[in-house]
């Protein structure tokens, strides 16, 4: 099973729950194009109840039709939280499924102080950054690939 995690474009300043900014569109479309030329298609997208969130996953799963979405009720705030829910997925995506989240800052750093470090580096304040996670013949999850992003 394969997991990426994608954290949300830049949101409109001042906003409680702001949309992206046309340069966090742009951010999410770079991050589409990172994903697709490492052929990362997902089978299900999951993303956290916010408007920022909601966008980017509109934008990273352009083109890809057949993807079931989801929202979870709230944003998962530890690791051991995010494990629990891909763990309730994997059953159903089965060994080859591809998983993509789409969240917020603290779980990009709770990701990459887990399974870190990264192939390649990856600042937990850069928006629409992207974590490929792997899991690997002993169970564990390694980080396989990973885009920077884009500092906000």
Request: contains cysteine.
């Amino acid at each position: 099973m394969r997991v990426v995690f994608v954290r949300h474009g830049q949101q409109r300043a001042g906003e409680l729950d702001g949309g992206l900014t046309s340069a966090g569109h742009r951010m999410v479309g770079e991050t589409a194009q990172w994903l697709a030329a490492h052929q990362v298609v997902p089978d299900l997208c999951l993303h956290t109840p916010t408007t920022r969130t909601r966008q980017t996953a509109d934008g990273l799963l352009e083109g890809h039709a057949g993807v079931r979405r989801m929202e979870v009720s709230s944003q998962p705030e530890t690791l051991a939280e995010w494990l629990d829910l891909v763990r309730a997925w994997q059953p159903r995506l089965g060994d080859h499924g591809v998983l993509l989240l789409v969240g917020h800052h603290p779980t990009l750093g709770l990701l990459l102080h887990a399974f870190g470090p990264p192939p390649e580096p990856v600042p937990t304040g850069n928006l629409a950054a992207a974590l490929v996670l792997d899991r690997v013949f002993t169970g564990s999850w390694v980080i396989s690939a990973a885009w920077p992003g884009r500092a906000g």
